[in-house]
């Protein structure tokens, strides 16, 4: 059994094992400690009111999800990682979100972390967007999430939220967005995308090339050596995936919707000179922070880049009506 299979089964005893409140003392509590003493998560667990964790079924996933409770929450921030990523890193987010009131939805995309599914693959985009409607179906049958709500997206994750919210239009549930370093084309796309149509006939995946992310040098560490729901491969079908999700994007009609972009200018991740462009015309309303030293991974920034990102991102969510 590897590290991955040893940690998913020190509490996933039963795959099928619904979201419950994580109640002291119980069998579900006691088996995810070891997921939260991983990923730095057992001090906010003692802190907040409440925590649900478990999988939502979404018919062709197991989709892992957390709900994370201040006493009196003025709305619910749903969270979408970005890709190679999942929930167990969002520590820091999440404690900013909690002492800000907001109460927290955290889920694994499919084939990341502890969702089930190929790893850090997919063959549409729309498989996340549906997978992000199960979700927030699931959670308003169990009156979990008041509004109003808000999406805080990292890169992958912006890209659905900001797709979610231009199809959807005025009929969307969302009041904010925040997109963190989002994603409308990777760095040396054009590149990149000239050898995928070469290469996917015959290659299905290549090896993951690790850059240093972000400034904290403790981080990238984890992320590169400890973190044993990392992915070690590069799907080309989501790449294709990515592809054709692009050319949708692009089509989209704007929108009038509240959004906040942070960007950092050392991020070597994404094409962000070209997406930010891409995005301010699709959100003409949009605020745009640019902080001059931060790279791709913001939530997991060097502390005093980290400040000024969540700084900006909380006048931006106190300033919501």
């Known amino acids: 059994m590897n590290e991955f299979d040893a940690l998913k089964a020190a509490f996933c005893h039963a795959a099928h094992t619904p979201l419950v409140p994580l109640l002291p003392e119980s069998t579900q509590a006691r088996a995810v400690k ?58 820091h987010l999440l404690k900013r ?13 499919p084939g990341h972390g502890l969702s089930s599914g190929a790893r850090a693959t997919i063959e549409s985009f729309d498989d996340y967007r549906h997978c992000l409607h199960v979700v927030q179906a699931a959670l308003t049958a169990q009156a979990l999430v008041p509004t109003p709500w808000v999406g805080v997206g990292q890169s992958t ?11 959807l239009q005025s009929a969307t549930p969302w009041s904010a967005l925040v997109l963190l ?6 760095r040396g796309w054009r590149q990149a995308s000239a050898l995928h149509r070469l290469a996917s006939p015959f290659v299905r995946s290549v090896r993951r090339q690790h850059r ?29 995936a990515m592809r054709r999700w692009m050319a949708q994007l692009l089509a989209q009609p704007p929108s009038t919707l509240p959004v906040l972009m942070i960007q950092g200018e ?56």
């Open 34 to 91: 070891t997921y939260f003493d991983r990923y730095g998560l057992t001090p906010l667990w003692r802190e907040a009111q409440q925590v649900y964790a478990g999988f939502i079924e979404s018919g062709r996933f197991l989709l892992w999800c957390q709900v994370w409770s201040p006493p009196r929450p003025v709305g619910t921030a749903f969270v979408v990682h970005g890709y190679f990523d999942h929930m167990g890193l969002y520590r």
């Open 97 to 109: 979100l909690l002492a800000r009131g907001w109460r927290v939805v955290l889920w694994d995309l």
């Open 157 to 167: 994750g912006a890209s659905i939220l900001a797709t979610d919210a231009l199809r």
């Open 181 to 186: 370093a989002p994603l409308v084309r990777p």
């Open 212 to 240: 240093p992310n972000s400034t904290d040098a403790a981080f990238v560490e984890f992320l590169r050596y400890q973190d044993p729901l990392q992915s070690e491969q590069l799907s080309l079908v989501w790449v294709g």
């Open 266 to 321: 050392q991020d070597h991740t994404v094409d962000w000179a070209y997406n930010l462009g891409v995005l301010a015309a699709k959100f003409p309303h949009a605020e745009v922070y640019h902080h001059p030293l931060a790279r791709h991974h913001l939530v997991n920034e060097a502390e005093p880049i980290r400040e000024a990102l969540f700084a900006t991102l909380e006048a931006f969510l106190d300033e919501l009506p």
